[in-house]
């Protein structure tokens, strides 16, 4: 059976598309939505949203994933063309990147769309929250993306419909999918590229590493809650005193006025003015501005004065110190951050400048997939452009020694970010072998046999030539 011949742009046209095939579909407006079956994202279809939690509820996971994006994104793309080059009418390449990096960054990849045009010419790139999407089940393999995942919500109203990305697809089969899309319930939102490093069972959707070691984040989360409340709601009296005697005892308020059906002995008890001095007087002893608490008691006698008694909290807190401490590190690992990249370390340790940058070499290993995640989709969509580099993120400055004996002192101040020292102006003679230099052989030899023997000693540094002054014998 004969090839079908794809349908050209000019049948296309003939079809009912606009006749600029420059312009790309309008965006759907209203409408009840497309209903579809969709792949769950983990068992509740909520793993995403799960995973933002642990990480937001999670101090230390929170700055393990910003330090991640912040290399990710490293000071953009080195190339000005790629850096430049404008995805849509308010970002550019560059801003896609700083973008795209903070899903990348959790882990939960990267979903870039592109809107062709009715030509199947690339239009708008720009990135939609991973989270919020979904993928459909059997079907046509096409993407939803609803913004109310977020809150563990789906209405289907709100459901923006891609098709998937086909880098080998010709302008002409792209073209044919846009003006279908059109035509359909959904209508035409875009093409979408879901870009994340698929393993074994999962394959449909990322399942970040530090999700098998949630219990952690959550510890990690769960201690700083505890020393809020310790510090919030603890039972820290610098001192107790205990008065004794019946006049401290509480006595019925004599201002009290009997109601309707009330008599005196309704009356509430206030403070005995005696208690009142003693409060007023420890108040006195303690300064205005002192923080200090007294806890003030009143007993009739001796034997009725509560005995309290203090928990040495010290070795309970060196516990939780250590612990937080354990957990701490547990988290860096499970993300795959070193702990000094987020300021935690053991003594000395940031002074130690190769230390630290052995630290960044290992790092790469967990920022050069996510980042692949960001750069392949993109290089698919702007085949044009060759160099996709992305200028590294240094905090630290370190030169080796070893290489630094080999470089000239303008490259070592250029490593520092310092301009080149000002050089002495040339001499008439530097000038002059400057330009010999650039001569041809035959030329500068010309030149050379041109000039006085007194000019040529010049050149090099000699004065002119004397005769020497014959000594007299003696």
């Excluded at 879901?194 to 399942?207: I, K, L, N």
């Excluded at 203090?310 to 795959?336: E, Q, W």
């Excluded at 002074?351 to 392949?376: C, D, H, M, W």
Aim: some cysteine.
């Amino acid at each position: 059976m004969a090839k079908r011949r794809r349908t050209s742009t000019v049948s296309l046209l003939r079809v009912g598309a606009p006749s600029s095939v420059l312009n790309a579909p309008a965006i759907p407006a209203g409408g009840p939505g497309e209903k579809l079956k969709l792949v769950s994202w983990g068992a509740s279809d909520q793993l995403p949203q799960e995973c933002l939690r642990i990480l937001y509820d999670s101090g230390t996971a929170e700055a393990c994933v910003t330090r991640i994006a912040q290399f990710i994104g490293g000071k953009g793309f080195a190339s000005e063309a790629t850096a430049t080059m404008r995805a849509n009418d308010e970002q550019t390449l560059n801003d896609l990147l700083a973008e795209a990096k903070h899903y990348a960054g959790a882990g939960l990849g990267v979903a870039l769309v592109v809107r062709y045009t009715y030509g199947g010419q690339r239009g708008d790139v720009f990135v939609e929250p991973s989270d919020c999407l979904r993928r459909e089940k059997d079907g046509l393999g096409r993407f939803v993306v609803n913004y109310g995942l977020s809150e563990g919500k789906r209405s289907a109203a709100d459901n923006r419909v891609y098709l998937p990305f086909n880098p080998l697809a010709s302008e002409e089969e792209i073209a044919e999918e846009v003006l279908a899309a059109v035509q359909s319930e959904a209508g035409y939102w875009g093409h979408l590229v879901f870009s994340f490093e698929a393993r074994p069972g999962r394959t449909q959707y990322p399942v970040p590493s530090y999700y098998a070691a949630k219990e952690d984040l959550e510890t990690d989360a769960a201690l700083a809650r505890f020393d809020k409340k310790q510090a919030k709601n603890g039972f820290f009296p610098d001192a107790v005193m205990t008065v004794i005697g019946a006049k401290y005892s509480p006595e019925a308020d004599p201002d009290f006025v009997p109601g309707e059906g009330q008599t005196m002995d309704d009356a509430p008890d206030v403070e005995s003015p005696d208690l009142l001095d003693i409060k007023k007087g420890v108040k006195a002893m303690k300064g205005s501005e002192s923080e200090s608490s007294v806890l003030v008691l009143a007993v009739e006698k001796e034997e009725e004065a509560p005995k309290i008694d203090f928990i040495d909290k010290g070795p309970n807190s060196k516990g939780l110190t250590d612990m937080r401490n354990r957990i701490t590190g547990a988290v860096c690992r499970h993300m795959g951050v070193p702990p000094v990249l987020i300021g935690v370390a053991e003594a000395g340790m940031l002074g130690n400048n190769q230390q630290i940058v052995n630290s960044i070499k290992l790092f790469n290993l967990t920022v050069e997939p996510a980042r692949a995640s960001i750069i392949a989709p993109l290089a698919k969509l702007y085949p044009e452009l060759s160099d996709w580099s992305v200028k590294p993120l240094n905090p630290v400055d370190y030169l080796d020694p070893t290489v630094a004996g080999k470089m000239t002192d303008d490259e070592i101040r250029a490593f520092g970010g310092l301009p080149e020292l000002e050089k002495p102006q040339s001499t008439d003679a530097e000038r002059t072998l400057q330009a010999l230099a650039g001569l041809p052989a035959l030329v500068a030899n010309q030149v050379l046999a041109d000039m006085t023997p007194d000019e040529r000693r010049g050149l090099i540094g000699l004065g002119p030539k004397t005769t020497p002054t014959p000594t007299p014998a003696t």
